[in-house]
């Protein structure tokens, strides 16, 4: 809320003095990141699991890099972040329970259904793009905050698509009933078919385009699922959960 957010504000200001003495003023300093959090209910920690189980294969775009997605000692199934360094963004998801309980020590099993959604902004530059640069440190926070599911919003679609989640059968049955044109519908299939074959959707199109598929074919195939509201990267086949909801809808 706008008082907490003031009130966090008020105590950083004093926590700065105290440290650094009366010349550090709060709105006199560079702000260089503010991170943008939602807690998600998601109804079960088995959909905690999965949704971050999903990010991983999700289409990432070049320019935003996937951390330790190699490394065997992060635990894929808890945690998921994504950097964009050039442009100071980056994406974060993870198991509220997990960060609490593991890493911090602290009983947490109320939050055992809770998705942790951070956008972070890690310039000052980049924060400058999404707030009044006019603003003193104190304004640009709290505007941001107020805005910050809006801005959510916005930045998502640059990193996955939209759309509920659903195994494969069920996903291609789905196409088959709502899309008429046959070209686009077999081109549909195939990257549903390839998304859970390649394990994810930028390597699936990567994987068409060089069998010659043209790229426009695939963009408007990865378009048409967004219109019958259909996520591309389907569930795993031995996934305890059969469907689940568009991440979009819970920044609604």
Same mark, same amino acid.
């Given at each position: 809320?706008?008082?907490?957010?003031?009130?966090?504000?008020?105590?950083?200001?004093?926590?700065?003095t105290?440290w650094?003495?009366?010349?550090?003023?709060?709105?006199?300093?560079?702000?260089?990141r503010?991170d943008?959090?939602?807690?998600?209910?998601?109804?079960?920690?088995?959909?905690?699991?999965?949704?971050?189980?999903q990010?991983?294969?999700t289409?990432?775009?070049?320019?935003f890099?996937?951390r330790?997605?190699?490394?065997?000692?992060?635990?894929?199934?808890?945690?998921?972040?994504?950097?964009?360094e050039?442009?100071?963004?980056?994406?974060?998801?993870?198991?509220?329970?997990?960060?609490?309980?593991?890493?911090?020590?602290?009983?947490?099993?109320?939050?055992?259904?809770? +998705? =942790?959604?951070?956008?972070? $902004?890690?310039?000052?530059? &980049?924060? %400058? !793009?999404f707030?009044?640069s #006019?603003?003193?440190n104190?304004?640009?926070?709290?505007?941001?905050?107020?805005?910050?599911?809006?801005?959510?919003l916005?930045a998502?679609?640059?990193?996955?698509?939209?759309?509920?989640?659903?195994?494969?059968?069920?996903?291609?049955?789905?196409?088959?009933?709502?899309?008429?044109?046959y070209? +686009? =519908?077999?081109?549909?299939? $195939?990257?549903?078919?390839? &998304?859970? %074959? !390649?394990?994810?959707?930028? #390597?699936?199109?990567?994987?068409m385009?060089?069998?010659?598929?043209?790229?426009?074919?695939?963009?408007?195939?990865?378009?048409a699922?967004n219109?019958?509201?259909?996520?591309p990267?389907?569930?795993?086949?031995?996934?305890?959960?059969?469907?689940?909801?568009?991440?979009?809808?819970?920044?609604?």
């Open positions: 809320s706008y008082q907490e957010a003031s009130l966090a504000i008020q105590y950083a200001e004093i926590m700065i105290e650094l003495g009366d010349k550090f003023i709060f709105n006199d300093l560079h702000l260089c503010v943008l959090c939602v807690n998600v209910d998601v109804g079960s920690p088995e959909n905690v699991t999965q949704y971050i189980r990010l991983y294969k289409n990432m775009r070049r320019s890099k996937i330790g997605q190699k490394n065997p000692d992060i635990n894929k199934n808890a945690r998921f972040t994504a950097t964009n050039e442009e100071g963004l980056e994406l974060a998801a993870y198991n509220k329970k997990h960060q609490l309980e593991e890493e911090l020590g602290i009983p947490a099993q109320e939050h055992e259904n809770i +998705l =942790r959604i951070e956008f972070r $902004l890690k310039k000052e530059s &980049t924060i %400058n !793009k707030t009044d #006019s603003l003193p104190d304004e640009k926070i709290i505007d941001l905050i107020q805005r910050s599911k809006n801005i959510m916005a998502l679609p640059m990193l996955l698509p939209d759309g509920d989640y659903y195994k494969l059968n069920n996903a291609i049955n789905i196409v088959h009933d709502r899309i008429k044109s070209t +686009l =519908r077999d081109c549909m299939e $195939l990257v549903l078919r390839m &998304t859970a %074959n !390649k394990h994810g959707l930028k #390597s699936a199109r990567k994987a385009r060089k069998a010659g598929i043209s790229p426009n074919l695939i963009s408007n195939a990865i378009a699922f219109n019958i509201g259909v996520n990267v389907t569930l795993k086949k031995n996934a305890k959960v059969k469907f689940l909801p568009s991440f979009y809808k819970y920044l609604n």
